[in-house]
C-alpha cells in the first residue's frame, strides 16, 4: 500500500503540472477560440482539448503501469517502482524533444523536399542498422541507445507522414490521374516495407501501408487504384501470414483463444479473463489477479487488459474516450488548416490522427480478442520509450500547424 499511496500522490503531482500547462496554453489562446461572435461560450479549442487529453492519459499510463508491471520488477529482481520511473523518464525525454522541435523546426523546413529525402534515407540506414543489434523476443527492432532501446518503425511512421503529405500536394496531378503517383509513392514504401519484414515488425509496416492509403484517399486518386492495390496487398497480407509459422499461430489462436490455453492461446486467454474479471467498476486499483506473472509482461501491450481488470469497463472506456479526443483534435486541426487551403499541413494533421486511430484500434482489439495479437502500442498509455518520445513529436507538430495555420499570408498558403 505504500508504495501505491507514493505513486498516487506522485502522479497527481504530475498531473496538476500538465493541467497547469494546458489552462496556460487555452489562456494564451486568442479569444475567439473560446467565445463566438455572439459572446456565448463555445467549445474549447483544440490546442486545449488535445494538451488536457494527453496530460490525463500520461497520467492513468504512469498508474497503471507502476500497478501492472511491480509483480514483473520483483520477479527479475528489479526496484518495484522499476518500469514506472523508466515511464516516467520516457516523459520526461519525450517532452524535451517535443519542446525542442515546436520551437526550433520551422514547418516550411519540414516541407523542403531535401529535408525529406534526409529523413527518409536517415530513417532507411536507422532500419538498416537494427538488422545487426541484438533480437529481443526473436526481433531486431530496436538500437542500443543507453537510455533505451529506440523502436525505428516508430520513427518511420512520422517521416511517412510528412513525406507523403508534401507529395501528394506537389505530385497532385499525377496522384489524382493514373498510376505514377502510386507507383512513385511505391518505390519509398516499398524500400521500408522490405527493411520492416526484415526485422521482423509486420504491425508497424500495417499502420504505415494503411496511413498511406488514407492520404491517398482524401487526396483524390481514383477509386480504381484502391481497388486494385487493395486486392494486392490483401494478396500479399495474406501470404504474409500464412508462410510465417508464429503469424499463421497467432491467427489460429485468435479464431479459439480457449481452445489451447496453455499454449498458444495463453496471452490472448488470459486478457480475455482480465476483462471478465472487472466487469463493470474493476477489482480496484493494484488488485489485479492476472499481473501475478498469468498475463506475461502485463506493462506492455496489454496495459488495457490490467485496466480493464481492476478498473472495469469505466476504466477502459475512460482511455478510449480520451484517445477519442486526441484523435478529434488533430483531425478539427486538419479540417482548419484545409479551409485555408494549407494542404501539407492539413494532410500531416490528418496522417497523424489515422496513426493515432490505427494503434489504439489495433491494441485495444487484440487486447479484448477481435484481431490477433500484435505489438502495437496504445498512444501515450502503454509502456514504451519509442512510442512515447514519437506521438509527443507528433503532438508537438499538430500544435505547432494550430499556432502557425492563422498566421500564414494566402500568398504563402501553396508552400504549406
Known amino acids: 500500500m505504500v508504495v ?29 477560440d473560446n467565445t463566438n461572435n455572439n459572446g ?70 519540414l516541407y523542403q523536399t531535401g529535408t525529406q529525402f534526409f529523413l527518409l534515407a536517415m530513417t532507411a540506414l536507422l532500419l538498416v542498422a537494427t538488422l ?17 532501446n529506440f523502436q525505428v518503425a516508430e520513427l518511420a511512421k512520422l517521416v511517412v507522414i510528412v513525406f507523403v503529405a508534401d507529395f501528394v500536394v506537389r505530385r497532385s496531378f499525377e496522384v489524382r490521374n493514373g498510376w505514377d503517383g502510386f507507383l512513385r509513392i511505391s518505390l519509398v514504401i516499398g524500400l521500408l516495407t522490405f527493411l520492416l519484414l526484415l526485422q521482423p515488425d509486420f504491425g508497424s509496416l500495417v499502420v504505415i ?44 489462436s485468435f479464431l479459439d483463444p480457449f481452445d489451447d490455453i496453455q499454449d498458444t492461446d495463453y496471452q490472448l486467454a488470459r486478457s480475455l479473463i482480465a476483462f471478465g474479471r472487472g466487469q463493470f467498476t474493476g477489482v480496484g486499483y493494484g488488485e489485479s489477479v492476472q499481473k501475478l506473472s498469468h498475463l506475461p509482461e502485463a506493462h506492455t501491450d496489454f496495459l488495457l487488459a490490467i485496466t480493464g481488470e481492476e478498473l472495469g469497463f469505466v476504466g477502459v472506456t475512460m482511455v478510449l474516450l480520451l484517445e477519442a479526443l486526441i484523435i478529434g483534435s488533430a483531425m478539427r486541426i486538419s479540417y482548419n488548416a484545409l479551409k485555408r487551403r494549407q494542404m501539407r499541413m492539413s494532410y500531416t494533421a490528418f ?61 504563402q498558403c501553396r508552400h504549406y
Not at 494527453?54 to 509483480?71: D, E, F, R, T
Not at 545487426?132 to 533505451?148: C, E, Y
Not at 502495437?376 to 499538430?398: D, E, H, N, W
Open 209 to 252: 501501408v494503411g496511413t498511406v492509403f488514407a492520404i491517398f484517399y482524401i487526396a483524390g486518386a481514383p477509386y480504381k487504384q484502391f481497388i486494385a492495390l487493395g486486392a494486392v496487398v490483401g494478396v500479399l497480407g495474406v501470404l504474409a501470414v500464412t508462410l510465417v509459422q508464429y503469424r499463421l499461430t497467432r491467427a489460429l
Open 40 to 109: 456565448v461560450l463555445s467549445l474549447p479549442s483544440a490546442r486545449a482539448i488535445l494538451l488536457s487529453s494527453v496530460g490525463c492519459m500520461m497520467v492513468l499510463s504512469l498508474l497503471m503501469v507502476a500497478s501492472a508491471s511491480i509483480p514483473f520488477a520483483l520477479s527479475r529482481g528489479l526496484t518495484e517502482l522499476y518500469f514506472f520511473k523508466n515511464q516516467l523518464l520516457y516523459m520526461g525525454i519525450g517532452l524535451a524533444a517535443a519542446i525542442t522541435s515546436y520551437k526550433m523546426i520551422p514547418l516550411k523546413l
Open 351 to 411: 496522417g497523424i490522427g489515422i496513426i493515432f486511430i490505427a494503434q489504439t484500434i489495433i491494441n485495444a482489439a487484440m487486447n479484448m480478442g477481435a484481431m490477433p495479437t500484435k505489438g502495437l502500442t496504445m498512444p501515450f498509455f502503454s509502456y514504451g520509450g519509442s512510442s512515447m518520445l514519437i506521438s509527443l513529436i507528433m503532438v508537438a507538430l499538430l500544435l505547432k500547424i494550430y499556432k502557425e495555420s492563422p498566421e500564414i499570408e494566402k500568398s
Open 132 to 148: 545487426f543489434g541484438t533480437p529481443i523476443n526473436g526481433s531486431k527492432r530496436w538500437l542500443d541507445l543507453i537510455i533505451f
Open 4 to 32: 501505491f499511496n507514493e505513486c498516487r500522490i506522485f502522479c497527481l503531482l504530475v498531473y496538476l503540472n500538465l493541467m497547469a500547462l494546458s489552462l496556460f496554453s487555452r489562456t494564451n489562446s486568442n479569444s475567439h
